[in-house]
T-cell receptor, first 114, second 112 residues
Framework: KQEVTQIPAALSVPEGENLVLNCSFT??????LQWFRQDPGKGLTSLLL?????REQTSGRLNASLDKSSGRSTLYIAASQPGDSATYLC?????????????FGGGTRVLVKP | SQTIHQWPATLVQPVGSPLSLECTVE??????LYWYRQAAGRGLQLLFY??????ISSEVPQNLSASRPQDRQFILSSKKLLLSDSGFYLC???????????FGPGTRLTVL
């Protein structure tokens, strides 16, 4: 059974500092990995999707890396801003899971202080 | 562009009452559809998914059910709510298995 872990559960940084968010998964037979952002009381916003064959994916200040063999992904957010404050979730889909079912980590709650 | 809608946004229901939550997707056809629940301290859990009209797969045993009466409509139901059904219900869609999933705004359900 796939298990996804995100450490730390919460993170507080001053504005301008780079953010590093970690995600680990137990079964390396993934199809893809997706990073989401969730604001309080809101739905999930997709940030980046990394296919299992990719090593990294970039979008603006966001960069996500994937090391499938070691079961890890890292989301980097450069030059953090107060607007980056949110909960960040990673999720993996299994290579043989019908319907592209996602297994989620518990999330990292980020606070960027002005 | 594609959009996903959920309603109602919030709902307060007594124990034992029925439930119907609706999700619709616009701007795409034959999407994969998903229902997730996010409960305090338990993270996001997949409840149901559907790859086509009338095709529903259940992930966890519970007193909830799902239906897909139309291509872009996904409904979550219960005949009798339990206290443990409280949570934040999220609908999601993807173009096909293995592609990016997009989530709706969610429905906050409180069962009293």
């Amino acid at each position: 059974k796939q298990e996804v872990t995100q450490i730390p559960a919460a993170l507080s940084v001053p504005e301008g500092e780079n953010l590093v968010l970690n995600c680990s998964f137990t079964d390396s037979a993934i199809y893809n990995l997706q990073w989401f952002r969730q604001d309080p009381g809101k739905g999930l916003t997709s940030l980046l999707l990394i296919q299992s064959s990719q090593r990294e994916q970039t979008s603006g200040r966001l960069n996500a890396s994937l090391d499938k063999s070691s079961g890890r992904s890292t989301l980097y957010i450069a030059a953090s801003q107060p607007g980056d404050s949110a909960t960040y979730l990673c999720a993996v889909s299994h290579a043989k899971a019908a319907g592209n079912k996602l297994t989620f980590g518990g999330g990292t709650r980020v606070l960027v202080k002005p | 562009s594609q959009t996903i809608h959920q309603w109602p946004a919030t709902l307060v229901q007594p124990v034992g009452s029925p439930l119907s939550l609706e999700c619709t997707v616009e701007g795409t056809s034959n999407p994969n559809l998903y229902w997730y629940r996010q409960a305090a301290g338990r993270g996001l859990q997949l409840l149901f998914y559907s790859v086509g009209i009338g095709q529903i797969s259940s992930e966890v045993p519970q007193n909830l059910s799902a239906s897909r009466p139309q291509d872009r409509q996904f409904i979550l139901s219960s005949k009798k709510l339990l206290l443990s059904d409280s949570g934040f219900y999220l609908c999601a869609w993807s173009v096909r298995a293995g592609s990016e999933q997009f989530f709706g705004p969610g429905t906050r359900l409180t069962v009293l």
